[in-house]
C-alpha cells in the first residue's frame, strides 16, 4: 500500500487536480521539509519536500512518532525556536493533557486498579 507521499507524487505526475486536492485538504496531511544527507561526506545535499501523514501528531509521544511527523512538528511554530529537549517535553505534555481528557493516561489505568 503506497504511502501518503507516494499516492500524492502519483497524482502531481498524472495531473489528477482531484487527487491532489483531495489529499492537501484531507486535514491528515501535511507537506514537510526534510533534509537530505550525504552520509559519506556527512553533510546536508539537499532539502525535499515530503506530504506526510500527521493524525497521529498530538495523540503519540514524541518518540512514537515517525521521522518525518518529527520533522513536522519541529516546524511548528509552537516548538521551532525551542532546543530539542525543551521541544520533546513541551510535545509530550501536551500528548499527556489529551491522553488524560480521552482517559487513556496510564496513570488512569493504574489508579484503577
Not at 63 to 76: K, N
Not at 99 to 109: A, D
Request: proline share 2%; net charge negative.
Amino acid at each position: 500500500m503506497p504511502d501518503v507521499n507516494e499516492k500524492m507524487n502519483e497524482a502531481i505526475e498524472q495531473d489528477d487536480f482531484n487527487k491532489i486536492e483531495a489529499i492537501a485538504l484531507s486535514g491528515k496531511t501535511a507537506p514537510v521539509r526534510v533534509a537530505c544527507f550525504d552520509i559519506f561526506k556527512g553533510e546536508i545535499t539537499h532539502y525535499e519536500t515530503r506530504w506526510t501523514d500527521i493524525s497521529e501528531v498530538g495523540k503519540e509521544y514524541f518518540d512514537s512518532l515517525s521521522g518525518d511527523c518529527q520533522d513536522y512538528v519541529m516546524q511548528l511554530d509552537e516548538y521551532k525556536k525551542l532546543d530539542y529537549d525543551k521541544l520533546v517535553e513541551t510535545y509530550d505534555n501536551k500528548v499527556e493533557q489529551y491522553e488524560l481528557k480521552k482517559g487513556t493516561h496510564i496513570s488512569q489505568f493504574l489508579k484503577n486498579k
